[in-house]
C-alpha cells in the first residue's frame, strides 16, 4: 500500500496512530514539518518497521511562513534521492526512493510541484525524464486537474484513479509504470471506505498493488 497525504500538526498524532495499524510497505507525505518527523521517529513501533528518508525539510512556504518538505517512508531498505527543481521560489523538488523487491528493482517517486499550471507542466516533465530510465515505478503526487499537456508527458503511466472507488482526490494521485505491478485497490482516506474515516484527513489517496515476479 502507498499513502500520499499532507501533513499538519493538528493531526500528527492521528496519522502516526492509523500508520502503526495498517503498516503499508510505501507512505509518501507533503508539506512535512520538523516537528512531524520527530513525533514520527517517537513511535517504537514505526521505528521498528521503516526507513525514513533524510529529505530537506527547509525550503520556505512564502504564504505560511513555515518549513516544509517531502518525507518517505519504506518497510524496504531504500536510497533515497532528492532532485529539486532549481527554478523555482517554494523549494519543490522530486524525492524518490530506490529498492528491489522480488528481485526487481522498483521506484517509489514523490513529487512536489507548483500550483500554476505552466510551471507544474514543466516540473512534471523534468521528473519524467529523471523517471524514464527505470522500468517500474510508482509516482505519488499532487498533479493538478491533468491537462491534456500533463497526460501527454505522463502516457506511460497509468492513472490508479482510473480504479478508483468512491470519490477521489481531483490533484493527488498514484501514477503506475510497470507491466508488474499490478493496481487492485485504490481509495481516499477522507471517502468513509473501510476503517479509514477515522483519520479525518483530506487530500490522502491509498494504493494496494501486487508486485508480481
Same mark, same amino acid.
Given at each position: 500500500a502507498v499513502v500520499s497525504t499532507q501533513s499538519t500538526g493538528v493531526f500528527y498524532r492521528r496519522v502516526i496512530q492509523v500508520l502503526e495499524r495498517i503498516l503499508?510497505?510505501?507512505?509518501?507525505?507533503?508539506n512535512v514539518q520538523h516537528e512531524f518527523r520527530a513525533t514520527m521517529k517517537q513511535s517504537k513501533i514505526l521505528a521498528r518497521h521503516y526507513f525514513l528518508s533524510n529529505s530537506n525539510l527547509d525550503y520556505i512556504d512564502f504564504v505560511s511562513h513555515t518549513h516544509h518538505g517531502l518525507l518517505t517512508l #519504506?518497510?524496504?531498505p531504500c536510497e533515497f534521492m532528492e532532485y529539486p527543481f532549481t527554478d523555482t521560489h517554494v523549494g519543490r523538488y522530486l524525492l524518490v526512493a530506490q529498492t528491489i523487491i522480488n528481485g526487481s528493482p522498483l521506484i517509489v517517486a514523490h513529487s512536489f510541484l507548483d500550483n500554476k499550471k505552466k510551471l507544474r507542466s514543466e516540473k512534471i516533465r523534468k521528473a519524467g525524464e529523471i523517471l524514464s530510465r527505470h522500468r517500474h515505478?510508482?509516482?505519488?503526487?499532487?498533479?493538478?486537474?491533468?491537462?491534456?499537456?500533463?497526460?501527454?508527458?505522463? #502516457?506511460s503511466y497509468k492513472d490508479t484513479e482510473d480504479i478508483a472507488e468512491g470519490k477521489h482526490s481531483k490533484s493527488d494521485r498514484i501514477l503506475v509504470k510497470s507491466d508488474r505491478l499490478k493496481p487492485l485497490h485504490y481509495f481516499n482516506l477522507d471517502d468513509?471506505?473501510?476503517d479509514y474515516e477515522d483519520m479525518e484527513v483530506s487530500n490522502s489517496v491509498v494504493g494496494v498493488f501486487e508486485f508480481n515476479h
Open positions: 503499508p510497505d510505501f507512505c509518501c507525505f507533503q #519504506s518497510r524496504w515505478v510508482l509516482w505519488l503526487g499532487e498533479f493538478g486537474d491533468m491537462e491534456s499537456n500533463i497526460r501527454a508527458t505522463l #502516457s468513509g471506505t473501510d
